[in-house]
């Protein structure tokens, strides 16, 4: 097996990477957006700021 991240051999402790360095490059990754897991389109929830009677809070 290879390391997902540069392509050396992945190594048992550190699996399925090749080393802490590239397991924490993968991590940044999913943190900042840079994989996406593919789903529905969803609506923005967050507050309606043109809406005075709207604060956000659930009814």
Request: negative net charge; charged residues 30%.
């Amino acid at each position: 097996m290879t390391c997902p991240t540069c392509g050396k051999p992945a190594e048992q402790r550190y699996r399925p990477f090749c080393s802490r360095r590239c397991s924490d490059v993968d991590l940044t990754r999913w943190l900042t957006g840079a994989y996406v897991l593919p789903g529905p389109e969803v609506e923005d929830d967050s507050v309606n700021l043109d809406r005075p009677d709207t604060d956000g809070r659930p009814s």
